[in-house]
């Protein structure tokens, strides 16, 4: 029997839909009646997808636990935004136009990650994209913002054609536009011993595309990391909720990703680079903001390489570990300025020497070793990636050295590796048997791992070094982003010149 969602967690977007009625007919000027409707709903549906999850565990159905937890999530998500804009936009003009868009951009998330049928899950995906655009563009007086969201529209149209067309093709194949049966057909091809069709290949290569643009991936990023003139709400919402949900869509389409070497290889490649580069051009940034915005699209990058790795348990607990750190970092991104003030007054700790970091790197590899050998001991028939355990390692190593000694950051180290192999667990049990099947390619493997390897190396030397040959040599370059921007840039404004507020179009003069 396919996994159904609960009923309760079903009325989740009605509880963000049925909100715009009452918003929409306020008078104009009661700016405490007009957020009424909205934290009301916030409230209700959180308290409601938490009724779901309490309805799932005591029933004996075999729920779609991913859209549960993806449903709690965007409630949780959604009341503290609702909360955090009635205060951040006061004595705002156009307050109702913000409300209304808020509404509407979370009714459709809801409904993404709630839609067992797949005409749904994509009309309430183009749907999300339009109303966030009317967020982004809330100041409509500042050319930058209409600028910006101009080449989102771009890039979000895209990706639009890629999942419908995408769409057509599971449908064809399938025979039904219900994603159970869509997964089904997949499995039942895979079981009988032959590969999937052309059709169903394809279909997985355009699916991985449209999250590629969605996901603001290199070349197309620039739009995420310029969209810094909206409310800071919104920049929590995009960047912890609407960028999430293409890590989302591969997760409900694992089965279909984990048969398509050709759409797994383009996720690893393209994810790869994204995050290596991404991850390099932060270090050059000081503005809070736009450090984030540069975190997200190199956090997303390796969330589409895991993906594309087969590693969707990691991939999980990425999405939701980086949705709710993303979340409370750009809603305390005012506080920070002031603790950079006060660390800036304390004395300077010493940069790490390159020693210390190759060491973090040693570090790692003995957790990884006695971890999984922990692993095989007592779990010994759930399978536990080696990729997943390094990536998470390494990326823990040189905090936990940076802590204590040898022993103490290897202590630390174990601990939280433990804690992570909890997650793991839990992320499966979520995700099901059917998610976690695919095989892993041996040479995507080793290339993820190069390229994180690389990454981990050119960061260290960096740190330990920063006035060395190589800093001076690559600060340019990564200060203005490898210049990959750019050339989107020129080309969505020679297809489609945005109409930018007090400024000439196609050299007419005003």
Sequence with gaps: MPPVLTELASLLPWVYAVALVPAALVAAGR??????????????GFALALAALLQATLDSLEN???????ATLVSLLALVIIEFSHRYLDGEPGQRRYVLALLGTLASVALVVTSGDLYLLVGAWIVSSLCLHQLLTFYRDRPM?????????????????????????????????????ILEQVAARQDSGGALGWDLQLAAMLLALAVILKSAQLPVHGWLIQVMEAPTPVSALLHAGLVNLGGFLLLRFAPLLSAAPAAQTLLVVVGGLTAVLAALVMMTRISIKVRLAWSTCAQMGFMLLECGLGLYELALVHLLAHSL????????????????????????????????????????????????????????????????????????????????GLAHGLTMLILLLGLYLLWHLGAAWILGADATSGA????????????FAALYLVQACIVARPEGVLARRLYPAAFAGFFLDEHFTRLTFRLWPPRRPGLPVNGERS
């Design 440 to 451: 892993h390619s041996l040479y995507l493997t080793l290339l993820a791992l190069g390229l």
């Design 145 to 181: 913002a209409q600028v910006v969201a101009h080449k989102k529209f771009l890039a979000s149209r895209l990706a639009d054609l890629c999942l419908l067309l995408a769409t057509v093709l599971l449908v064809r194949a399938a025979g039904g536009s219900e994603i159970a049966l």
């Design 31 to 44: 700016t405490g009646a007009l957020w009424r409707p909205a934290r009301l709903a916030g409230y209700a």
């Design 325 to 404: 750190y993303k979340a409370h970092a750009f809603l305390a991104s005012g506080e920070t300025v002031l603790q950079a003030r006060h660390q800036a007054l304390q004395a300077r700790r010493p940069a790490p020497r390159l020693r210390s970091l190759l060491l973090a790197l040693g570090l790692a590899g003995l957790g990884i070793t006695l971890l999984h050998q922990l692993w095989l001991y007592w779990l010994p028939t759930h399978p536990l990636p080696l990729e997943a355990l390094a990536i998470v390692a390494v990326g823990l190593a040189p905090w936990c050295l940076h802590r204590g």
């Design 64 to 70: 779609d636990r991913l859209g549960l937890a993806m």
